[in-house]
Structures are given as structure tokens and as C-alpha cells.
């Protein structure tokens, strides 16, 4: 629990939870007095519709002993377990060791199997049934919260499944981009075309992918494409797998086709970032993972 910056912190948790499970046993005993009912049980005073009493009777005995429970079970898990403040709890328990003890166990068993898969080549262990399950279930866990469940990507995170990549279809390429992960360099070119020279570009992208677009503001576009923007979208807009530039030709637009959303792009650019999983997942895994990615669009799967 070293997220508390200062000890302050931990005992203004540890005191109330104290103070909150001492005052509920204060307050249940003080509940349970009263006395057991009888013919004549005595009554609180208050009556209402004419006949119906308030009695003093204690609580059933079931009852307050599940209070009682309670109570102790939440002292037992509060010493065990991290919940008191920076008290770590008797056993250790953190979710970081129980992660990695469960990897560990997952490693031990699934390891040998991913290490035959690993000797395999790409587009080999891409037709491999099994093996492709076993892919899906990896993707499904550790991809899905950025590129969706069926691969399809969404604003911002790209569509697996369509044949349009950023850096490249190939095995390796896709291997690459899962191992070290990449990072979109899309300057912001606001200050320098100011708001004129956007619309003008934009006007130009347009009618690189052949799109409606305004000719007069294309061609004065056109000529600060060729001085910003050829190196890395290269001379037809086709992009750069090199650098992880977009093809500006195709129908398919990372940060969405409308002419406003293609402007808002370059004029405050973009860093799509896609996080490395060699240290997270090992390269096995992502061995396994970059067969599956390339079996989407080269299998059809
Ligand atoms: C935190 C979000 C995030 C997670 C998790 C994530 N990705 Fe990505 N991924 C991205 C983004 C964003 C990009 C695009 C990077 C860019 O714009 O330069 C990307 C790009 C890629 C690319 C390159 C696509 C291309 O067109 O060249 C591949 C392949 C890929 N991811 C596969 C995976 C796999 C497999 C996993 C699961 C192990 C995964 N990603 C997990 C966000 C994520
Ligand atoms: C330094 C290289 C570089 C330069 C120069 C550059 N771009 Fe980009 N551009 C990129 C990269 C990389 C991406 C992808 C960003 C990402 O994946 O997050 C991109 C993305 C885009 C996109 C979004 C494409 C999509 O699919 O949504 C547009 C539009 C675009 N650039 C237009 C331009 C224009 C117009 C210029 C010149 C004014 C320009 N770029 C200059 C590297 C560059």
C-alpha cells in the first residue's frame, strides 16, 4: 500500500474502521437488552391505530448472533487481509502475488505448449486449430478492452480484421507491433497552416482518397502537403509502414472519415500509443498472439 503519501492518510482510515466495529458492538449489545417475552411483555409507550404496541423484546437470538458474525468475520478479514491503513494484513495477500502466482501456475502448464508453438512459423500456426483457440482466449483477455471483442478496433484503436495496416501485415510486422508495441507520430500542424491552411489540406486529403472535396482550396492545399506532409505520407498519400503513417487514399480513416474529424487530426495531431507486451506476456505468448492477429484477415477466421 505504498500509494498513501504520508502516514496521515493511513490512520485517518485505520481510527473510523476501528471506531465504526467497536461502536457496532456497542450498539448491537445495547440492543439486546429488553426482556424476554412473557404474557405481559412491557411495552416502548407508543400505540398506534388505536390497538397496535410497541414492545420491548429483545432481538431473536438467531438474528443477533448473525450480527455477532458479522462483526468477526470483518475483524478476521481485516487482519488477514490489506484494508487497516498500510497494514499489509497477516498473510500477505497483495493482487500483484496473486497474479503472478496464478501466472506462474498458468506458465507451468501451458508453457511446454506454447514453447512447441513459439518453433512454429507464423503463417504455419496460423492454420493450426487448436492453437488458434488457445490465440482467441489470449486476445479475448489481454486485447479486447482496446480493439473490441470481434478485432474490429474503434476511434483511435485500429480494426484487425480489415487488410489496412498501419505498420504492416506480414507475420513479423504484426509480431513487432505486439512485442515492442508502436507509437503514432502525427504532429499538430494547427500553428503552422493556421485555420485556412487546414481547411486547404483538408480539402487536399479529400481528394486524395477521392472524396467531394472543394478544387481551388485541394490545389493550394496540395502544395503544403508536398512541403509538410510528403515524407511521411509519401507523394500519393499512400502513408508509411515504416513510420506507422496512414494511408490518406484508402476508405479506411483511424480517427474518423468526416472532413471535420480529418481536420481536428491535423491540426492537433495525433500519438496513437499501442503498449509493448513482451515484458508483460513473453514473447511465447505474444508468438501465439501475432499467428492469431495475422489469421484474421489472412484466414478469414
Ligand atoms: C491500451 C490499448 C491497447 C491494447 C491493450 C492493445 N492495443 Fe494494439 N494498438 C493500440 C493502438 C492505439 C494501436 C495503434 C497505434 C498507432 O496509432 O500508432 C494499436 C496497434 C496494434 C497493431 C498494429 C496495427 C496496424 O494497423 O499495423 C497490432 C497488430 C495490435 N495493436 C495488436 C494488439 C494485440 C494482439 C493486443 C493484445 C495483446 C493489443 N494490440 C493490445 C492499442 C492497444
Ligand atoms: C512525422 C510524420 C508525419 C507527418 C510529417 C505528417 N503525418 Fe499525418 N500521420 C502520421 C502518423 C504516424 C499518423 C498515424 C497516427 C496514429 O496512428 O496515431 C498520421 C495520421 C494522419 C491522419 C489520420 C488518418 C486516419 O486514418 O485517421 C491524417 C488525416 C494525416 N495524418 C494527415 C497529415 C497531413 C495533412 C500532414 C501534413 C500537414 C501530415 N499528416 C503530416 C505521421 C505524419
Redesign the pocket.
Known amino acids: 500500500m505504498a500509494d498513501f503519501v504520508s502516514n496521515f492518510w493511513s490512520w485517518y482510515i485505520i481510527i473510523p474502521t476501528v471506531a465504526g466495529i467497536i461502536a457496532c458492538f456497542l450498539l448491537v449489545r445495547w440492543m439486546s437488552g429488553g426482556t424476554p417475552p412473557s404474557d405481559k411483555p412491557e411495552t416502548m409507550g407508543h400505540v398506534w391505530d388505536e390497538d397496535l404496541a410497541e414492545y420491548n423484546n429483545p432481538l431473536p437470538s438467531w438474528w443477533l448472533k448473525m450480527f455477532y458474525i458479522t462483526l468477526f468475520f470483518g475483524i478476521g478479514y481485516l487482519a488477514l487481509y490489506p484494508g487497516l491503513g498500510t497494514f499489509a494484513g497477516i498473510l500477505g495477500w497483495s493482487q500483484q502475488n496473486q497474479y503472478e502466482r496464478e501466472m506462474q501456475k498458468a506458465d507451468e502448464s501451458f508453457g511446454p505448449l506454447y514453447a512447441k508453438y513459439q518453433q512454429q512459423d507464423l503463417a504455419v500456426l496460423a492454420g493450426d486449430e487448436e492453437a488458434m483457440k488457445t490465440g482467441a482466449r ?2 479475448a483477455t ?6 473490441g471483442s470481434d ?1 474490429r ?1 474503434a476511434t ?5 480484421r480489415d487488410t ?6 506480414e507475420p513479423q ?3 513487432t ?2 512485442l515492442n ?6 504532429p499538430a500542424w494547427a500553428a503552422a497552416l493556421g485555420d485556412t491552411g487546414v481547411e486547404n489540406v483538408t480539402q487536399y486529403v479529400l481528394s486524395l482518397a477521392n472524396r467531394e472535396h472543394d478544387a481551388t482550396a485541394a490545389t493550394a492545399g496540395k502544395e503544403k502537403y508536398n512541403q509538410l506532409c510528403i515524407a511521411c505520407h509519401g507523394p500519393e498519400g499512400k502513408g508509411n ?1 515504416m513510420l ?1 503513417a ?1 494511408n490518406l487514399t484508402d476508405a479506411v480513416w ?1 480517427y474518423g472519415g468526416s472532413p471535420r474529424a480529418i481536420a481536428d487530426v491535423i491540426a492537433i495531431g ?6 509493448p ?1 513482451k515484458d ?2 513473453g514473447e511465447a ?2 508468438h501465439l ?2 499467428a ?2 495475422y489469421s484474421l484477415t489472412a484466414l478469414g477466421r
Open positions: 489470449l486476445f489481454y486485447c479486447t478492452t482496446c480493439h478485432a478496433g483511435g484503436f485500429p480494426n484487425l489496412d495496416w498501419l505498420y504492416g501485415g510486422a504484426i509480431k507491433s505486439i508495441g508502436r507509437r503514432g507520430a502525427m509502414i506507422g496512414a483511424l495525433r500519438n496513437g500509443n499501442m503498449p507486451h508483460f506476456l505468448r505474444v498472439l501475432a492469431y492477429v
